[in-house]
């Protein structure tokens, strides 16, 4: 009994927390989040696209033009595995041997990622940008750096969002267009999106920050399979090759501790980041160790993009809330759910100003003063109860010893008519049952219960 008690115990407990689990699973990809934190990345990922073609522009026939560097037909076998790996890679650039048409083809990309910038039409230009991305860098694989990957991961996941919502000129459009119209038609609604919370954002979120551990873990892997960085010289060779500096820090020199102190840390965050980012209590400080890696890249390194970058990658992390208090719009305080009595804890409803929270604190207080209530009314009626059935054995007793004595004084023929016993015992000589020999099919019972209310918590009590 007791091993099937725990049996079913346990059973009930991992049911419980697999029901736990799935409800978090789903919040975590699946629960509605605001755009502000993509859309400040849009902004940055716009501007860092826009520079990288512009980039490209002031010498477009060295970087893809028909006398490229590396023409079409080696960046076509650098792909299809005449000269490598084959990868899955294609670009239309491949087939396009006009240096008028790729000036063309370079001009709209240009125009594409300034207005995916700016927010304009992010519906559309989203998507675009992210396509010239795809056929520029599969065109100009040999001539691409760690700023041409971040800035192609961003832009795949920003575009399939509604990251024009705010901080826009989409934003702006709608506003003008139809001021605070809460229903608008759909065609117009997904061309110019409102600011309200979406799946597809929490989406987004949640594919780019895991898409950042990938890098981080596996980039931090690859530096530990190299020796300078288990010696802690790895920081030191960085700071000290002139082809990449650009802030001369070599006096450090003088502290070898520092930098390798500094390489071992390093290292560290990089390999654990996919586990540090997670938990509120270490993602402040892994932050801004990402911030001081990024920043002495820019700084010391000459990649001033790329660290940049880096550093806007990393704030897919900050929560739009807080963007949205620097704002000026009211954030809704936490609920704790515990406080929450069942039915309103499984409540998707939450509360979206103080005035709320504080009408279901007082609703809350009420339902439990209205509970402990009903439990005292319970306690008392069941005291109640338990007394009217001590009374009613303390009879049924007195009712078997009487007729105990008249059972003996029949045993002994003493037992007359009009006897005292049967006077007590409230029944006659016929209702005895024992002529026969029988015993007695039932014990008498006490039918004065039968009109008690059970479901009257304010009965008398027993004279």
Not at 163 to 179: E, M, N, P, Q, T
């Amino acid at each position: 009994m007791i091993a099937m008690l725990s049996t079913a115990v346990l059973g009930g407990r991992l049911k419980k927390s697999a029901g736990e689990f799935l409800d978090a699973w789903d919040d975590f990809w699946f629960a509605a989040r605001h755009i502000e934190t993509l859309a400040v990345l849009r902004i940055i990922t716009g501007a860092m696209l826009l520079y990288s073609h512009v980039v490209l522009a002031t010498d477009l026939d060295s970087f893809i033009g028909v006398d490229a560097w590396i023409n079409n037909d080696t960046s076509r076998a650098l792909h299809d595995g005449t000269l490598g790996e084959p990868t899955a890679a294609w670009s239309y650039l491949w087939d396009i041997n006009s240096p008028a048409l790729i000036g063309v083809h370079h001009f709209i990309t240009i125009l594409v990622a300034a207005a995916f910038m700016v927010g304009f039409l992010t519906r559309i230009t989203g998507p675009l940008a992210w396509w010239f991305q795809l056929m520029v860098i599969h065109r100009l694989l040999g001539s691409l750096f760690g700023l041409d990957q971040i800035l192609t991961y961003c832009v795949m996941y920003l575009a399939f969002t509604p990251c024009g919502a705010v901080f826009s000129v989409d934003a702006w459009l709608r506003r003008r267009l139809f001021g605070n119209a809460e229903s608008i038609s759909q065609k117009w609604n997904w061309l110019l999106p409102d600011d309200l919370p979406s799946v597809s954002a929490n989406v987004a979120t949640r594919l780019l920050q895991l898409h950042l551990c990938v890098i981080y873990l596996f980039g931090g892997l690859a530096k530990a399979r190299g020796q300078l960085w288990w010696d802690g010289t790895a920081m030191w060779f960085a700071v000290g090759n002139y082809e990449y500096q650009s802030l001369d820090v070599t006096f450090l020199a003088a502290y070898p501790r520092f930098f390798t102190a500094l390489t071992h840390l390093t290292l560290f965050w990089e390999v654990f980041y996919c586990a540090l980012i997670w938990p509120r209590w270490t993602r402040p400080l892994t932050l801004a160790t990402a911030v001081a890696v990024h920043g002495g890249i820019a700084l010391g390194l000459g990649m001033a993009t790329f660290g940049l970058m880096m550093i806007a990658a990393n704030g897919i992390f900050i929560s739009p809330l807080m963007i949205r208090r620097w704002r000026g719009i009211e954030v809704p305080e936490p609920v704790d759910a515990a406080r929450l009595e069942p039915a309103a804890a499984t409540s998707k409803t939450i509360p979206s100003t103080k005035a709320g929270t504080a009408a279901i604190d007082a609703d809350l207080a009420k339902r439990i003063a209205e509970l402990e209530k009903g439990e005292e009314a319970f306690r008392k009626r069941y005291v109640k109860l338990k007394r009217r059935e001590a009374k009613v054995e303390e009879r049924n007793e007195r009712i078997k010893a009487t007729k105990a004595k008249i059972r003996a004084k029949l045993e002994d023929g003493t037992l007359v008519r009009g006897d005292k016993l049967l006077d007590q015992s409230g029944i006659g000589l016929s209702g005895i049952g024992l002529d026969d020999g029988q015993e007695e099919s039932s014990d008498h019972a006490d039918d004065s219960l039968s009109g008690y209310d059970l479901l009257n918590p304010n009965g008398d009590e027993d004279s």
